[in-house]
């Protein structure tokens, strides 16, 4: 069993930063790409930005240039620091990350169970 824990979620004005956290633990073996999605109210989930096992990332046309994934696979944790926060961000982000339990398992979708970001105008 795998399970990822998200922290950092909070209240911010509009143009200030926040850095969530997206600890996993359990029975890893190894983690492969890690990603950020986000569902503000009434719409659908959509991913923020992914990283590779490699470091190599992508981003939501949306957050480029504002929002930097990162991951210390030493700690099986990734990151999501944002910076010039705007109200249209507010949502509840949450964590993924594909598992291997074993050398030779399948690799597993796992999700975090969520932290709420809000920006205030």
């Known amino acids: 069993q795998v399970q990822l824990v998200e922290s950092g979620g909070g209240l911010v004005q509009a143009g200030g930063s926040l850095r969530l956290s997206c600890a996993a633990s359990g029975s890893i073996f190894s983690i492969y790409a890690m990603r950020w999605y986000r569902q503000a109210p009434g719409k659908q989930r959509r991913l923020v930005a992914a990283?590779?096992?490699?470091?190599?990332?992508n981003y939501a046309d949306s957050v480029k240039g504002r929002f930097t994934i990162s991951r210390d696979n030493s700690k099986n944790t990734q990151y999501l620091q944002m910076n010039s926060l705007k109200p249209e961000d507010t949502a509840v982000y949450y964590c993924?990350?594909?598992?291997?339990?074993?050398?030779?398992?399948?690799?597993?979708?796992?999700w975090g169970k969520g932290t709420l970001v809000t920006v205030s105008s």
């Open positions: 990283i590779t096992s490699g470091g190599t990332t």
């Open positions: 993924n990350a594909g598992v291997a339990t074993s050398y030779d398992s399948d690799v597993n979708d796992y």
